[in-house]
């Protein structure tokens, strides 16, 4: 009887620590795609205007909205860890092909 108590225990204990770590990782992904976009603006921000048109215009649909969201600053952050790593390697795409361009200036 003791032991299943014990277990009960062990059990809650494990699933609040783990539930917090969760959303602690949450957070920080999510504090650190947002610096992330901070950093692709002033990247962008950066170079001369008509090298911002060019960018612009050599995006493709998918790309360019997510751009577009990230300098009007209406980019939508996803909740959870998984979508939040998945926005982070999409903007990693997105931060060396401005970083490829703006080196050809």
Do not use: D
């Amino acid at each position: 009887m003791w032991i299943f108590f014990i277990f009960i225990i062990i059990s809650a204990v494990s699933l609040y620590i783990c539930r917090n770590n969760y959303k602690n990782r949450s957070i920080e992904l999510y504090n650190n795609l947002k610096n992330f976009n901070q950093e692709i603006e002033e990247l962008y921000y950066s170079m001369p205007n008509n090298h911002q048109e060019k960018f612009l215009s050599l995006l493709n649909p998918k790309w360019k909205n997510n751009f577009l969201s990230i300098l009007t600053r209406n980019f939508n952050y996803a909740n959870n860890v998984w979508a939040l790593q998945n926005q982070i390697a999409e903007q990693e795409e997105l931060f060396i092909a401005l970083q490829k361009f703006s080196g050809k200036i």
